[in-house]
């Protein structure tokens, strides 16, 4: 094909069609947008598919057991025959077959040999995208070479609205090891989409569906182009599956190429009555240009993102495009555009949790964010604003009084998370119980604070958050009156193993900073945002007084601790607990569960899924000590499972900050390789997109050893000796600043309008930044 | 068409498309011939579509929970296009629709003229059979007319390997009244089906596929021919669907007939390397006669089988209707050449029991194919014969000796009764304790033998079956040494609404007979067949003493009763049960629940699901005096819910054995429109096979009063007022009694050689048959 690709280490390649890995590179090789994700299945289908196209905000209930993130129409089928006979790998035998995702452009490139059941030999090569430069677009372009032969072939290129979610069925699963075509076989199916229009000419064809509870009407266009000397072929126009065909008589040796363009509009882009219109005439105007025009000013779209958030391990291809990977799966999932959608636990790349959005957004994905595309970070957290409804619901329905943000959240805030897991054999708790949820929004507020200086989102945005969801922390704390302190019972902290706990330190501490945050902020609006906040206060029906009280409970909030040994105590009570030892690590050093027990039985031991007082030491960085950051490390750090995806990144971190650098590059490769090479055997429910987020973190504030302290941006680094170099960049308050790091010196170049100045601090050293000049330091 | 409809008592007709009734007329208007099964699902598919056709004998396992009859490749699949517009249901409007299975010839006719949303008018048309005159032939005729437009047609001809069994996924039923669309997705899939072959050229379309466990290739081959003014259009062959197609540019008011006719064979049939060969060549052949000329074969065959089993009730279109539409859905389940297979609880009209084969065979289905089809019983019991050795497995696995029926049997004769029920929550025991089926199969035999006088099939097969399950009796009966009688305990009666109950009536008394003739039989010929019977017994190792036992035994095993009120106890101990009344009835007079219980609730009461001391009662009508069973029959009458269909048409016929007239009318209803009216709500999962036996047997049994007793044939009749006449026919050890009955008198006709000479009992009365005369005399 035409577009290049581009060099070793941006690219992620599958070898060879293996369907018992098919499921894989279908998350791995989503390509997306921000507005649409789209699983990297194959144009023709495969055994083992469990493809999807999904549009961020797009949510529907109906028939499934919890709301789902629609499945929506596909645009992908393009289906190659010859002679009428399907070329594909259940027809024919794959000769030859890689694909290859560029990271750098965003394009999937595609290239198998097939020879079918009479010896025919029928290369199809494919290259396909997502636009970053109109969302609504995307296109896949095929060219089609008949190698021994010469035949009539026809190519059909489809929208396919025959789609559904999928709910599992565990019970099923587990009775055998299922070859991979009966595997996916196994699923219930919600359906979400009810036809309105189905049609198909020589020059469109056009399929639009409704969401059954939600009512989302999307509309999807496709304009298929061939070769002059090619014929149009019957179109089909199916209830749920419309497809224009092109067929040719190929010659032997020649090369034939088909370009299908593609336009997604629904009715939360336009209104219901010009969702058509609109797809029509955008793949019509799209298909004038040429699928390479399109496709080219894509790739101008990325090369931007790119400037702003590319990565380098200088000395190791394999880990700097593994954490590009995770960068480009960060940048698909988010839409700087929409403010009503967020990002799901998988992104769009999979049905895994349902695109439910967690507290993931806000700790693990938005530093990303903040610090490379703060646009997109103001977008997420507007979800949470434009959800806001949903929270003070939640928190009405609970008994207590402001917002309450959801555990599991949609498109609402209404809380949706599933109260059993599948084959209703245990209750899921985290809905009731894992409130920190609502502090970790409140962090996320003042992170995008602190980083950008955004006082206008603040006064028009999230001072409201902040205030609402104050309410909710004073009204759901509990006094103790035998010791006058406020106390939170039978809660979940981060560490999940452990539920029904009392004082969890993550939780309590986290809403104590919360409170003093909003106070803070309530104080400095009211001094110098008098008319705007007076307005707000009037809307809020809010009050000093009430404000003032936020601050005494506050300062009464229970912290379990035990001061002889420097430890924070996870809840009250862990201490007692049964001090069960891990004493077998797996092959990658990687805990394994102790003798006898599993997920579900480890309540009452000392043993921790993920971290739980670390993750409070590494966001709240400037509130402990480093003498109890490394007793703590230390502590907690042997009795962590990892079992959480989002744990290895953390540990990286925070052992780097106390010297312990022994764990630090295992744990950013548990990181940054959990899906490329499916390290937690799910990543076929797609891509594990905290993790992703952890992975930058990791890179940025692990080895880097980025951190902002009372409001500074500070550096730490430490570097695994085999690494020569890294490199990153971190968008501060307007500005940027690219940082390089070697094995003894730090190279910073501030971009800002001349005579901007910065001052960091550097391994305890302070270093003011000029802009425009390339400054070192050593460290160390 | 030109194959012209019988007149209206053959006829059952589907007025309008009502995708909620879908499922129900789907398992209506199955075609088949005892080879296969096929739903009547539209040709070109349809909402709430679960077609299938399925094989006699073709069974799998693999992913299933059970053993399932495999939903094998459907040969249906006829699509129409206009100018590539597919025609149907979804994409059309439907505005006129009328199906119609013609009973008395096997076809189903269909048309319907569809609105698209141009407004163009196109009508379809079809017809459709499975022949009873070649088994592995099938077809469909298409006749397309373009109302209002001139429009290019294309009619695609396929075979759909894409096929699979539904697992039932009650949890997520219940949750909504789900819309028919959603209704059947809601099902887990098992996969039975890995392709070997698709191909389709101008001349034939081939789809070859195994089952994955018990490796039977099937190949299905089919032939489109259409008017000479179309053209070839492309075939498509994909992996696991083929279908040829033909175009033709379509005026205005014409009709264009397309026909497809289809072959089937399997490694069953032919060894696994002719399957191809055997397939092609048939449907060639075929196809050169044309479709009607293949038809009229079939419709041939029909008339001759009617000519054995037709069953008229003057004065009553739509009992006669019923009773025939009954007879059609017996006529097609079983296979008179194939005695390795049996018909399963839903015949092979749907997937209901998985197509597992019960006592329904013995006590319900038999007796209407000994009396009117002698052959086809004979393949029954063959197959309880050559299942024979999965018995003995069952016996040695459950510690017994002898051989041990199945209550669920497949392929082979081992057990296949699940032991939960779908969602998990209730375990079901008919596996381990309806073990009166081993007894029905006897009971099957010694009926095959009085009626047909058969004692070459009693010597070659039954006598070892009635052998080794006397083994199975002898060991499995406990001796209670205090009373010093043998007991069977922890077992389930035919009602299965007590379970884990001791010694059952029925099940005690059917052993005991058993038992009995069992001797019988081994006395007969030892003194008659003595080399042959020397051979046998050799074979089993069986001597006159081992014999001996078993009538030792039989006559110590226990029968609970109540001498003082002339009352059979169901079991021992059910007269201290709770005696709850049926207090409420529905509007057709059927028992309604006691309140506050249901299905699980009534072990501890003595209502019954569905009679047990009746049925025995009925099976052994010379073993009990008619104060006996007027007696029972009043007491369990009244706390019989009814809650199997085979319930009614036995208390009808015992109703009127004891002259109880009051319900029988009622109760004939019921079974003869079980399925006609879905008066159980479960007919989209099959016919109810067993109650479609039940219907014959009431007619010819209830209201003709006909019962073998002592050997001889003997008819006591009553009929409702409202019925002018009843007629039918009994095949008598290889003669025919052609009967006819009305208010007064009963007319006999009895078809043999002249001079032969039969004599009968009609209330009492002796009276001599002499061949070739009509005799009437009056009853009652």
């Known amino acids: ?70 499945n929506a129409p596909s645009w992908l089928p393009f289906v190659v025959r010859v002679e009428g006979y399907r070329i594909d790998a259940q027809n024919c035998e794959v000769v030859e077959h890689q694909r290859t995702l560029d990271l750098q452009t965003g394009l999937l490139h595609r290239d198998t040999l097939f020879k079918d059941k009479l010896g025919r030999l029928t290369r199809i090569k494919s290259v396909r995208f997502a636009s970053f430069a109109d969302q609504h677009l995307c296109g896949v372009k095929l060219e089609v070479s008949t190698e021994n032969h010469d035949s009539t072939i026809t190519v059909e290129a489809g929208i396919d609205g025959k789609r559904h979610n999928l709910e599992a069925m565990p019970a099923y699963q587990k009775k055998r090891d299922f070859p991979a075509e009966v595997k996916w076989e196994k699923w219930a199916k919600s359906l979400h989409l009810e036809m309105q229009a189905s049609e198909a000419s020589k020059n469109l064809a056009y399929l639009q569906c409704k969401t059954m509870d939600t009512g989302i009407v999307i509309g999807t266009a496709s304009a298929l182009q061939g070769p002059e000397v090619s014929k149009p072929d019957q179109s089909n126009i199916d209830y749920r599956h419309v497809s224009q065909s092109l067929s040719i008589d190929a010659r032997q040796g020649e090369n034939y190429c088909f370009e299908k363009l593609v ?42 993102k790119w400037a702003d958030c590319d990565s380098v391990i200088t000395g190791d291809v394999e880990a700097t495009r593994a954490v590009r990977f995770n960068i480009y799966h960060l940048l698909i999932a988010a839409n700087e555009n929409d403010p009503r959608a967020n990002v799901g636990a998988k992104s769009m790349s999979g049905e895994g949790y349902r695109g439910h959005v967690f507290w993931d957004t806000e700790v693990f994905l938005l530093p990303f964010f903040i610090f490379t595309q703060p646009d997109t970070a103001r977008a997420l957290i507007l979800y949470r604003y434009n959800t806001l409804d949903g929270a003070i619901r939640n928190a009405r329905e609970n008994g207590f009084a402001g917002a309450q943000y959801p555990w599991e959240s949609a498109d609402s805030g209404v809380e949706t998370t599933p109260k059993w897991t599948h084959d209703g054999q245990n209750r899921i708790w985290t809905g009731e119980e894992e409130i920190h949820i609502t502090a970790c929004v409140a962090y996320g ?184 950051k490394k007793a703590n490390f230390e502590f907690y750090e042997k009795r962590t499972m990892h079992k959480s995806s989002l744990s290895p990144a953390i540990h990286a971190i925070m052992g780097i900050e106390v010297g312990d650098h022994s764990m630090a590059h295992r744990y950013f490769e548990r990181s940054a390789f959990v899906d490329l090479i499916n390290n937690q055997g799910n990543t076929a429910d797609g891509i594990h997109i905290a993790s992703a987020g952890g992975t930058w973190q990791s890179v940025v504030c692990g080895f880097g050893g980025f951190r902002v302290r009372h409001g500074q941006m500070t550096f730490k680094p430490w570097l695994p000796e085999q690494w020569e170099q890294i490199s990153f960049a971190i968008k501060w308050r ?4 690219h940082v390089r790091i070697n094995q003894e010196q730090c190279h910073f170049l501030f971009d800002a309008p001349v005579g901007d100045e910065e001052v960091i601090v550097v391994s305890d050293q302070s270093l003011e930044l000029a802009a425009g000049t390339e400054q070192s330091i050593s460290y160390g």
Chains 1, 2 share one sequence.
């Open 445 to 628: 507020i003042m992170t995008y604070l602190t980083a950008t200086d955004d006082w206008d989102f603040m006064r028009q945005y999230g001072a409201e958050m902040l205030y609402q969801t104050s309410r909710f922390w004073v009204s759901r704390l509990e006094h103790n009156a035998e010791h006058d302190r406020y106390e939170l019972t039978r809660v979940i902290g981060p560490d999940e193993f452990h539920e029904h706990i009392d004082n969890n330190t993550f939780t309590n501490r986290m809403a104590q900073w919360h409170l003093e945050k909003a106070a803070e902020i309530f104080a400095r609006l009211d001094a110098e945002d008098g008319d705007g906040h007076d307005s707000l206060k009037d809307r809020l029906a809010l009050s000093a007084d009430e404000v003032a009280r936020w601050s005494d409970v506050a300062a009464k909030i229970y912290i379990p601790a035990d001061p002889s040994r420097n430890l924070v105590e996870q809840f009250e009570g862990y201490f007692d607990l049964e001090d069960l030892a891990i004493t077998e690590w797996d092959e990658n050093h990687m805990p394994l569960y102790p003798e006898g027990h599993d997920h579900f039985s480890l309540n009452g031991t000392m043993i921790l899924k993920q971290p739980d007082v670390i993750m409070l030491m590494y966001m709240l960085p400037d509130e402990f000590s480093d003498e109890a």
């Open 1 to 70: 094909m035409s577009l290049s690709l581009s060099s070793d280490d941006w690219l992620v390649t599958e070898q060879a069609i293996d369907f018992d890995q098919a499921g894989v590179f279908e998350t791995l090789f989503t390509v997306g947008n921000g507005y649409q994700g789209t699983r990297g299945s194959l144009e023709e289908g495969h055994i083992g598919e469990l493809s999807g196209t999904y549009l961020a905000g797009v949510y529907d209930e109906h028939d499934a057991n919890v709301i789902d993130l629609v």
């Open 734 to 737: 307007g500005k940027q600043l």
């Open 263 to 304: 336009a997604i509009y629904t009715s939360r882009d336009v209104i219901e009555e010009d969702v058509r219109a609109t797809a029509e005439k955008s793949v019509a105007a799209a298909s004038a240009r040429g699928f390479d025009a399109v496709a080219a000013d894509s790739i101008a779209a990325w090369a931007s």
